[in-house]
């Protein structure tokens, strides 16, 4: 199928039809991150699309279509719904790097009904919290991807994790100098809220505070957003049971292919 540059109302229309699944991809579009190609039907809608960037992100039928687009690139990973990965990865495979690791069957979770309260001090981080926030998104960061940012690269780590603040994205439950919970967003959209990098303290575990922090966040995020949704490692079963115990809802599984 030939691979277009598809417009923004093209990708615009194609992410509300999956708006969870497409949380990031909408995300990127609206924020005007990076490329995407596609391939589009005869009656002009997309069938498949594909964000080329740090990370490859595809989504739709016969993602195998776009390994020329992610063999030209120089991403990190594969990441997305579980068939279009697979399909985009078994189609490129051989024009990648090798995969340090594969995470199939990573489940997808939502909410749209608020949980009850955590009686939470949570609040929106700000950047006075930079210093006291950046150990704690390493420690996130290394736990999910398998490397330590500030050593790998601190200072574009740091100015990311600025940014997010900067951009209110990023939450905080600081008492007596201890993270009892913190999470950002990873992509917002109308539609729904991608969080990412849920994390407490290893002093203030087992106490229930990621629980509370994590309700209170969703009552927050679920004022002004339909949807939150977030998605988790497989064999992660503390976070799984979390999120089951707040009442999310499995709805999609992703795969991830790290390089």
Same mark, same amino acid.
């Given at each position: &199928? ?7 109302? /093209? ?11 497409? $949380? ?12 995407? $190609?596609?391939? $589009?039907?005869? =009656? ?20 195998? @279509? ?5 063999? +030209?690139?120089?991403?990190? &990973?594969?990441?997305? +719904?579980?068939?279009?990965?697979? +399909? ?12 340090? !690791?594969?995470?199939?069957? /990573? ?9 009850? #309260?955590? !009686?939470?001090?949570? %609040? !929106?981080? %700000?950047?006075? =919290? ?11 960061? /290394?736990?999910?991807?398998?490397? =330590?940012?500030?050593?790998? =690269?601190?200072? #574009? ?8 603040? @900067?951009?209110?994205? #990023? ?12 999470? +950002? ?7 729904? $809220? ?17 629980? %509370?922090?994590?309700? @209170? ?30 009442? &999310? /809802?499995?709805?999609? !599984? ?6």
């Amino acid at each position: &199928m030939k691979i277009i540059d598809p417009t923004t109302e /093209q990708v615009l229309r194609f992410c509300s039809r999956a708006p969870i699944e497409r $949380v990031f991809l909408e995300d990127v579009c609206r924020r005007g991150l990076g490329r995407f $190609v596609a391939t $589009v039907g005869a =009656d002009g809608e997309l069938r498949a699309l594909c964000h080329v960037g740090a990370n490859l992100v595809p989504s739709g039928e016969l993602c195998g @279509d776009f390994a020329d687009a992610a063999a +030209e690139g120089s991403s990190r &990973m594969i990441i997305g +719904e579980a068939t279009a990965v697979t +399909e985009l990865w078994e189609a490129a495979r051989y024009r990648l790097p090798s995969a340090r !690791e594969d995470r199939p069957g /990573q489940p997808v979770y939502a909410l749209s009904s608020p949980p009850p #309260s955590g !009686e939470t001090g949570l %609040r !929106e981080a %700000r950047p006075s =919290d930079l210093e006291r926030l950046l150990p704690a998104c390493a420690a996130a960061h /290394q736990l999910e991807l398998g490397i =330590d940012p500030l050593a790998a =690269d601190p200072e #574009s780590f740091r100015w990311r994790t600025l940014t997010q603040l @900067d951009e209110g994205r #990023s939450w905080l439950w600081l008492e007596d100098g201890v993270v009892r919970f913190k999470a +950002e967003a990873s992509a917002w959209t109308p539609a729904a $809220v991608q969080i990412q990098q849920v994390w407490v303290d290893p002093e203030a575990r087992g106490r229930g505070d990621g629980a %509370r922090g994590l309700r @209170d966040l969703c009552r927050l995020l679920l004022a002004e957003t339909p949807q939150v949704c977030l998605f988790v490692r497989s064999e992660n079963a503390p976070a799984i049971a979390l999120y089951d115990a707040i009442g &999310m /809802q499995r709805v999609l !599984e992703y795969r991830s292919v790290l390089f």
